[in-house]
C-alpha cells in the first residue's frame, strides 16, 4: 500500500481564494443501503485466476488498500480437464475448480461470492453447445434454453453450488444468465423477458436455498434492459424468487436504464447490482490517464445515484483494472501483481462507502459558472460521507449543508496517478459543532470527506427520518423472501451479515 501522505490544516486555510462557491445541501431523506464493490475473478480471456490468489489479497477485506467485498465468478458450462472428486471432496463432470482457491481466499476477507451461468449446459440448449452460436463456423446458431430443460436448470445450479461447498468455498448467491440479450460466439444463452419470467416463475422453486443459503439474481442485461426486471417485478409469484435485480451497463450509462430498473425492484425491497462494466477497457496500448480515471470515478457516483447496492467490475487484473498484469507494452506502471492508480479511485467508494446508507442531496452554482460536478452523500453510523468529484482545471469551494452537526473531519484526495497524488489524507480542523461549512474542492479531483457526527446532535437520534429502502431483508427457513417477515426467520443485514430471529405476529 502506498504510504498515506499527511497533513493537518484549519478549515478557513483550505479554503481557495476567489473560487466559485457550490452548495450542496443534504437532507435527512434515506435511500438504498449500500452493500459493497466488487470485481470477478477473470484474467485475460474469461480464464480464473486458479491458484494465483494474489489480485484478491492486494484487493479484498477490510485490511487491504481497497476494500472490495463482493466477488463474481463463472458457473462454467464446460466439461472439465483432470480435475478429480479427490480434489474437492464431490466430482462433477464441469469445469467448476478455477474459481476455487480464490473465492475460498476471498471468503476469509469476509466476501461475498455469487455465481453468474454464462450458459448452461450445451446439451440443454436449441443449439446444442455451450457457445451463443453467433458464428459463421458455428452455423449462426442462435442458443436459447429448450424449454423441455426448463426443469433442469435449478437442478444444476444446485450441482454447482453443491460442488462449491463441498470444496470449501460455498457461493452465496447465483444469477439466471450473463447477457440474455446479447447473441454471442462466445459461452452465451438467448432468453427474452418473457422467457427469463416463465423459468423464474415455474421453476425456481427447485433451487435448494435451504441446504446452500443461496440467493437468487435475476438475469444481468447488457445495458440493465428494465424489461427484464420489471416484468419479473409484476408477477407475484416470480418476485418471491428473486433477492436481487442485476444488469450491466455498457452503452448505457446509469442514469438512463438502470435508474429506472431500480425503481420497482426498490419499491418490493429488492437489492440493485450493477455486475458488470469495464471503464476505458478500449484505450489501447497505455494505462488510462487521470481524466480517464475521474470518469471511473463519475461512473461509481452515477451508479450510487440511480439506486445501487453493489458495483462490481469486470475483471481484476487488466492494465485498466486494479493489479497489473506485467505486460511492458501498457508501460512501465503496469507491474504484474501490484495496484494500478484505478485500484485506489475504487478504494475511495469501497472503503468508505460499504456499508452505508445514501442520504438525499440537492446543489446550487452561482449563475454562469454550471460545471460537471458530480457529488452524493451518505450516513455509517457515526458517520456522515460526502463524496465530489470535478473533471474541471478550475479548483472549487464547497459550501455544505448538512442534517446534523459534526464535530471533525477527514479529507482522502486523488488529483492524479502518482502515489503522491492518488491518496492524500488531511484533517479537517472544526473549532466546536457546525452543520454548515465550507471545505475545498482542488482543480481535476476525487474528493472524499469523512465527518464525525456531534454525539449531542438530536438529528442523529431521530427516527422519523424518510427511509426509501430497508437495510434488512427477511428470508423464511427456506430462503425465500419475505414481505412481510412473522415468525422464527432469516433476518439479513445490508452488510451480507444473516441470523436467525423471531418476529412477533
Known sequence: MKKLLTTIFALTAAVAVNAAVITVTIDGTRYQTVTGFGAADCDGAMCPYANDTEPVKLLYGAESAVGL???????????????????????????????????????KRGAIIFGTPWSPPGEYKTNGMAAGGKSEEQGK?????????????????????????????????????????????????LYTPEQQLELVKNY?????????????????????????????????TARKQIDIVAGHIYGHPPLGDLKKAAVLAEQYGKEIWMTEHSSTDNIGNRLPNWHEQLLFAEELNECMLAGCTGYVYWYMRAHWAFVGTGESKYGSGNVKNKLLPRAYVMSHFAK????STRLGTTSTMPIGTERPFEYSAYIKGDSLIVMAIDTTKNAVDLKLKLPYKVKSGIHILSTGNTAQELLQKSDITIEEPVDELI?????????????????GSAAIKEQSL?????????????????????GICIERAA??????VYVNE
Open 69 to 107: 467485498n463482493i466477488m463474481r465468478m463463472e458457473i462454467s458450462p464446460n466439461f472439465k480437464g483432470n480435475i478429480t472428486a479427490a480434489d474437492v471432496g464431490w466430482d462433477t463432470p464441469y469445469d467448476w475448480y478455477g474459481s476455487v482457491p480464490c473465492v475460498k481466499e476471498a471468503r
Open 141 to 189: 446458431q442462435r442458443g436459447e434454453l429448450r424449454r423441455d430443460c426448463y426443469e433442469k436448470f435449478f437442478p444444476w445450479l444446485n450441482g454447482f453450488l453443491k460442488y462449491m461447498k463441498a470444496a470449501g468455498a460455498p457461493v452465496d448467491a447465483v444469477s439466471v444468465q450473463n447477457e440474455p440479450d446479447w447473441w454471442v460466439s462466445y459461452s452465451g444463452c
Open 204 to 236: 425456481a422453486h427447485e433451487l435448494d436455498r435451504e441446504t446452500y443459503h443461496v440467493r437468487l439474481i435475476s438475469a444481468e442485461p447488457l445495458g440493465f434492459d428494465p424489461r427484464y426486471s420489471d416484468m419479473l417485478m409484476n408477477d407475484t
Open 352 to 355: 468508505n462507502v460499504t456499508g
Open 439 to 455: 471545505v475545498p474542492v482542488p482543480a481535476r479531483s476525487l474528493n472524499t470527506y469523512v465527518f464525525k457526527i456531534d454525539e
Open 466 to 486: 424518510t427511509q426509501k429502502a430497508t437495510p434488512k431483508t427477511y428470508y423464511d427457513l427456506h430462503g425465500r423472501r419475505l414481505d412481510v417477515p412473522k
Open 495 to 500: 452488510n451480507g451479515v444473516s441470523r436467525k
